[in-house]
């Protein structure tokens, strides 16, 4: 009976020790499948939606008091007032380009959303990447609007005889600089190249999301440059303010340096008299 005892002590033992081993390694498991590279902060998303928000508010305004050309000031406009690095835009002219500059802006979006589904670490993620595209797209928007009503610059296709008066006549015409079109291709294309190398840093298919996000933005702008929307140094402007929002919200949000992992980490040695262990608590993200 004693011994019978002792053996079923050290059994109970023996499988507490299990136990404890099976905890710690399904702790460090469950950490890498479902710590994100990206971490929601109140108080920072809070100033980021409102600063977003009150540039679009801003560009509404600007907007509104923002006067259409008269037929005199288009008549008297000639294309030798436009720079010559820029001027070539002035000889262009295409509803259709116009057109589907919206279609592979739209094919920007869809990449990235796509990707959002398809791919498991985003989805799962979903509300963090969704946050951060919505704080990229009302920057990006509010910044851009403001800036055009404010620097009211004429289109390109408004010193081109071809063009039909009533475009030149609306307000819009006065919004050139710089583009709207390129600043959301590039900030989703970026963003996007961003956000998947960062859930997936050892991929093959880096490089095809990166070239395919970025084709299809330099796709957006020159079909902008050849429906005679916009100047080349309006594209060039929208391109670097659109990789700078598209690059900065995601980096804002990065999880720095493993010392947060610390934080979120409690290990310590336990005893029960019979059998010695290793408590550990981890705290995972909540997604």
Not at 89 to 108: E, Y
Request: glycine content about 10%; proline content about 4%; some cysteine.
């Amino acid at each position: 009976m004693e011994n019978w005892e002792r053996f079923r002590k050290r059994r109970i033992s023996g499988l507490k020790v299990a136990l404890a081993s099976f905890l710690i390694y399904h702790s460090s498991f469950t950490f890498c499948v479902a710590q994100s590279p990206y971490q929601l902060k109140t108080g920072r998303e809070a100033a980021l939606l409102g600063v977003g928000v009150a540039t679009g508010v801003t560009s509404l305004v600007l907007n509104s008091r923002l006067e259409p050309l008269t037929k005199a000031e288009i008549d008297g406009f000639s294309r030798a007032d436009v720079p010559g690095y820029d001027r070539g835009a002035t000889f262009r002219l295409s509803h259709a380009a116009d057109q589907i500059s919206s279609v592979t802006l739209a094919g920007n979006v869809a990449v990235l959303g796509g990707l959002t589904l398809l791919a498991k670490p985003m989805r799962q993620d979903m509300v963090t990447v969704g946050v951060m595209y919505v704080e990229t797209v009302l920057l990006a928007n509010g910044i851009q609007r403001s800036v055009k009503n404010i620097v009211q610059r004429t289109r390109p296709f408004v010193y081109n005889p071809d063009a039909p008066m009533a475009d030149k006549l609306d307000k819009d015409a006065r919004r050139s600089f710089f583009s709207g079109h390129a600043t959301n291709a590039f900030a989703t294309a970026v963003f996007t190249g961003e956000v998947f190398r960062h859930y997936f840093p050892d991929s093959k298919l880096k490089p095809v999301v990166w070239v395919g996000s970025l084709g299809l933005a330099t796709a957006t702008a020159v079909l902008r440059y050849e429906g005679g929307l916009h100047y080349p140094t309006d594209l060039i402007a929208g391109a670097a303010f659109g990789t700078l929002v598209g690059w900065g919200i995601p980096k804002l949000h990065e999880v720095k340096n493993r010392s947060e992992f610390g934080q979120r980490l409690d290990m310590q040695p336990w005893s029960n008299g019979q059998a010695t262990g290793v408590y550990l608590r981890l705290a995972v993200f909540s997604q």
